[in-house]
Nanobody, 125 residues
């Protein structure tokens, strides 16, 4: 059974930084495309960033380009999201997701096979 466990969320002031981690167990992490999504209260879950199975390709939603960086360690079965220059509008529950495919970056939410439980990120103004 594939499990994804996120960590690293918390409360931070605007302009600050956080690094989210997502550890994957029970599957073949090195063959998964990975993604980060977020869901703010009253809003739909939205794409944030994605990385290919090899780590050679990344994609970001426009609102986080230049501020967030997605990376992965196939040795540690972990995907990361480094978030800098955080803004109050980044406040949300952040989820990592895995797609069982040796493809490129994947943006659509419904193309992911496995999900974590989420970690709360709150940015105060």
């Amino acid at each position: 059974q594939v499990q994804l466990v996120e960590s690293g969320g918390g409360l931070v002031q605007a302009g600050g930084s956080l690094r989210l981690s997502c550890v994957v167990s029970g599957g073949s992490f090195s063959s998964y495309a990975m993604g980060w999504f977020r869901q703010a209260p009253g809003k739909e879950r939205e794409f944030v960033a994605a990385i290919s199975w090899s780590g050679g390709s990344m994609s970001y939603t426009d609102s986080v380009k230049g501020r967030f960086t997605i990376s992965r360690s196939n040795y540690k079965n972990t995907v990361y999201l480094q978030m800098n220059s955080l803004k109050p509008e980044d406040t949300a529950v952040y989820y990592c997701a895995a797609a069982d495919t040796r493809g490129g970056v994947i943006r659509p939410l419904n193309e992911y096979d496995y999900w974590g439980q989420g970690t709360q990120v709150t940015v105060s103004s």
